[in-house]
């Protein structure tokens, strides 16, 4: 682990008048044309967000999509910021971009989520911002790899980019969801747990891929203790030359974020306090029941795992498991359990079982 990675300064310190509180970054997925530019722009500046986005260059998953204006569309961004003072944000995949970024004065760079999964790119896009004190925001790559993403972002502290933050987006399914995205929370949670320090901003755009979406889940990364959204913002979203069903009007973006909000990490309320940590005492005494449960029932597989090596007896009985998988999904049910839940919970469980009988069989 790269050491300057465990000391990120918060996004307040960055130089750039972003508040303490959580940071609103809003703008088009793509710049269009300079009206659209200034348009979305100004509607954005009068909902109190801090930072505007727009993409220059697209990294579009299929071609034959609008694949960005390109340069072109630079001296657009520093007219927005001649007229609203919002530092500016723009996506960079490689030194081409890095440059043109640096001499149109970008205030922050973005590593897009189709970057981040390349370290020959990450690492071209490093070596370009080497000795400059540019932010660099890094977005997940699409897979949900914590440590492809940990590495972008120790790729840029090796080379001494300081001001570091990650960008939730969200991870590419294998199955249809109701998202665009699967948030898979877990992983910047995760995140949040090595690096405790690194600022990390959700995208709710396109992890939900559609307007209608975005109010919930802003709230949920507030509720997670996100430190601030980058949300896709158009002044003609069904318009848009890119991602039309995800963007929001600037009115209909201040709106959510008003909305939204702010809970504190921790309580100064003794009461809160005594009665929070008199019900975690409960629940750590329940993680060391169902530790000591799981090990009981471990026992049982490898008694059963010693009967199926003295008969040659395969480790999976498919049927048995199916019995297995329906009654729990059943009993959980009864609980309020969902069935996702419940699957996820005893394939883990099931895989551990097979673990230990391969093992007894092998010893
Ligand atoms: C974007 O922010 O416009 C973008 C291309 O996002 P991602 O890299 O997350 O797909
Ligand atoms: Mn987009």
């Not at 929001?248 to 008003?258: F, Q």
Request: aromatic share 6%.
């Amino acid at each position: 682990m790269e050491e300057a990675l465990t000391k990120t300064p918060a996004m307040s310190e960055w130089g750039l008048g972003l508040p303490d509180g959580p940071v609103w970054i809003a703008g088009p997925c793509s710049a269009e044309t300079e009206e659209q530019v200034l348009s979305t722009a100004r509607g954005l500046a009068a909902t109190g967000v801090h930072m505007f986005r727009a993409g220059i260059w697209k990294p579009r998953t299929r071609p034959g999509c609008f694949e960005g204006v390109g340069s072109e569309g630079l001296p657009w961004l520093k007219k927005v910021k001649a007229e609203t003072g919002l530092p500016i944000a723009i996506e960079v995949a490689n030194v081409k971009h890095v440059y043109e970024a640096m001499r149109a004065g970008v205030d922050v760079v973005w590593i897009g989520a189709r970057t981040t999964v390349n370290p020959f790119a990450v690492q071209e896009v490093a070596d370009a911002l080497k000795g400059v004190d540019i932010p660099v925001m890094v977005k997940n790559p699409v897979s949900p790899d914590l440590e492809l993403w940990m590495g972008a972002m120790e790729r840029l502290a090796a080379v001494g980019i300081k001001k570091i933050a990650a960008l939730h987006r969200g991870f590419k399914g294998v199955q249809k969801s109701a998202t665009r995205n699967e948030p898979m929370w877990q992983v910047p949670i995760e995140l949040r747990r090595c690096l405790p320090n690194l600022p990390i901003i959700c995208d709710p755009s396109h992890i939900a891929g559609r307007r209608d979406l975005i109010a919930e889940i802003s709230q949920q990364a507030m509720d997670l203790d996100f430190d601030g959204l980058m949300i896709e913002s158009h002044c003609n979203p069904e318009a848009a030359w890119s991602d039309a069903s995800q963007q929001l009007t600037p009115e209909a973006l201040g709106k959510i974020l008003t909305a939204i909000i702010i809970r504190e990490p921790e309580a100064k309320d003794e009461d809160f306090n005594l009665q929070v940590s008199q019900l975690r005492t409960q629940l750590d005494q329940l993680d060391n029941d169902l530790i000591n449960l799981l090990s009981d029932r471990m026992g049982i597989v490898e008694k059963i795992g010693l009967l199926k090596k003295k008969s040659n007896v395969t480790v999976l009985q498919a049927s048995r498991w199916d019995e297995t998988l329906k009654q729990v999904r059943r009993h959980g049910g009864e609980h309020g359990f969902d069935e996702a839940f419940v699957d996820t919970l005893f394939k883990t469980i099931h895989q551990e079982s097979i673990n230990r009988q391969e093992k007894v069989l092998r010893e």
